[in-house]
């Protein structure tokens, strides 16, 4: 990218945002509109959906008098139990995703369609988000389906969006100062949004009501993110051309496989400690990521909280997720990257542990809170101190190859945890004991991380010298090719 595409900061007013750089401010709006776009049907509508489902194949969603909890629901509807249903589709868009990533990614770096990717798919986003407003008891199978079609082409519009997050600048400073400032518009952004859900809902006494509560949040959302949306990809983006050519021996549906298998086989034989590294973060990203999935069922199916509940979950998750990225800043004053990393995965594998001891009925919603915010603190705690490793261990001049090695890595296996704990929950195992398979791949990860050799040594062969955490943790977010939400 050439200096003068982009606005000079020194040639704007000071009072302008990020220094006037149209684009800094639509990577930040459309920052906004993507966590709003995510919450309200990731929370609200799912919620509604599961309960629907219950419904049609004649289960209860209610305790019964004189019962402590709601009976066994055997009903299927479509061939699943209606506690399969969300598990199964987080399964399908993560097969998708995965299978899809080098494909797109090579659209996105060998084509000029780049603004075009991205100003689609908001497009369609946003008729995702307006359609399931109509949920009703009978069309809700068609607003399911949508739903998968939603969370892939989101995932498509992150990555068309993190494309040009290495080139709003060639300031280095400005990058890592605005990367962050994305990062903590978008966290304040999605606190403000589910507290004025969890508030309307107890104003309107919509909060017992899935289907009104769903409809409340999606119509909320729809006017938030599509205003963003529009002016962020027709008035503030703007076009590349693109960034390689195609080698005469690849086409655009193979170029990606080829880098992704020629990455993999060079860390095999050349960096057996960054591989190992990388199979941690595949496996302990793909149970992080279904946490989320795989709670909600269980508070929805087991627990049987209500979407507003659920909202107060989702709530306390992020704001921990918060005090976690501020133990692991400081975790990193006492111990290396890799040590703080095992630390925190043994601690979120204990807190899922704890879920499936504490959590066992209806009316422990502040239990759940309490194991909410456990999550929400390995989460925060690992993606500080997993972000500033990668920094660290990445041999100079590699660092684009391996970045983009290391996004592949975080979303290849997304789809197994779910696919799992969707087979148990389909054989009639309970869903108790089909939380704890999340322990599997969290200790699986921590023995990769103990295989790897001193992180002394690491960093040493990788020619880096030493760094302070803030700045590694900023470069690593400036470098990201999609976000770990």
Not at 175 to 193: D, E, G, P, R, V
Not at 253 to 267: D, E, H, N, R, S
Not at 287 to 300: E, K, R
Not at 399 to 423: C, H, K, N, R
Request: with cysteine; proline share 4%.
């Amino acid at each position: 990218m050439k200096e003068e595409a982009l606005p000079s900061p020194q040639n704007h007013k000071c009072h302008a945002p990020y220094h006037g750089n149209k684009e800094a401010l639509g990577w930040c709006l459309d920052g906004v509109a993507r966590i709003v776009g995510f919450i309200a049907p990731a929370v609200y509508l799912s919620t509604a959906i599961i309960n629907l489902a219950k419904l049609k194949a004649g289960c209860s969603i209610e305790i019964p008098e004189g019962e402590v909890k709601a009976p066994d629901c055997d009903g299927r509807v479509y061939g699943l139990k209606p506690s399969s249903l969300l598990t199964t589709y987080a399964t399908v868009v993560g097969v998708l995703s995965a299978a899809c990533l080098p494909i797109v990614g090579a659209i996105l770096d060998h084509t000029s369609h780049r603004k075009l990717v991205g100003l689609i798919s908001a497009g369609l986003q946003c008729i995702c988000l307006f359609v399931p407003i109509f949920i009703t008891t009978t069309n809700w199978p068609t607003i399911l389906v949508l739903s998968v079609f939603s969370a892939f082409i989101g995932w498509i519009h992150t990555l068309s969006i993190f494309a040009y997050l290495p080139e709003l600048t060639d300031n280095p400073k400005y990058l890592a100062s605005w990367t962050a400032n994305f990062h903590f518009i978008q966290y304040i952004s999605l606190i403000i949004f589910l507290a004025y859900m969890i508030g309307i809902l107890y104003a309107t006494g919509y909060n017992g009501d899935d289907i009104l509560s769903a409809r409340v949040a999606m119509i909320s959302s729809f006017v938030i993110v599509s205003p963003l949306y529009l002016w962020t990809w027709l008035g503030l983006m703007k076009q590349r051309p693109a960034l390689q050519v195609i080698p005469n021996n690849s086409s655009l549906w193979t170029i990606g496989f080829q880098k992704v298998y020629a990455t993999g086989k060079k860390l095999f034989h050349e960096h057996k400690s960054i591989m190992l590294f990388l199979i941690n973060v595949a496996l302990v990203e793909s149970a992080q990521q279904s946490i989320a999935t795989v709670s909600l069922t269980y508070m929805t199916d087991t627990l049987l909280m209500t979407s507003t509940e659920n909202g107060i979950a989702i709530l306390v998750l992020f704001v921990f997720s918060a005090v976690g990225a501020l133990i692991g800043k400081l975790s990193l004053r006492w111990l290396n990257p890799i040590n703080s990393n095992k630390l925190c995965q043994a601690i979120t594998a204990a807190n899922t542990g704890l879920a499936a001891l504490i959590l066992t009925g209806p009316n422990q919603n502040w239990r759940a809170y309490l194991i909410a915010g456990g999550w929400g603190l390995g989460a925060g705690w690992k993606n500080t101190v997993e972000r500033f490793a990668v920094t660290q261990i990445i041999p100079v001049g590699q660092d684009a190859e391996l970045m983009g090695f290391y996004l592949f890595s975080s979303q290849v296996i997304v789809w197994l945890p779910t696919l799992i704990f969707t087979s148990m929950n389909e054989a009639g195992v309970s869903q108790r004991v089909s939380i704890t398979i999340l322990i599997a791949f969290f200790m699986s990860g921590i023995g990769c991380l103990s295989l790897m050799d001193k992180y002394d040594d690491i960093v040493s062969a990788a020619g880096r010298t030493e760094i302070t955490e803030e700045t590694s943790v900023a470069d690593a977010n400036a470098n990201e090719e999609a976000p770990i939400e």
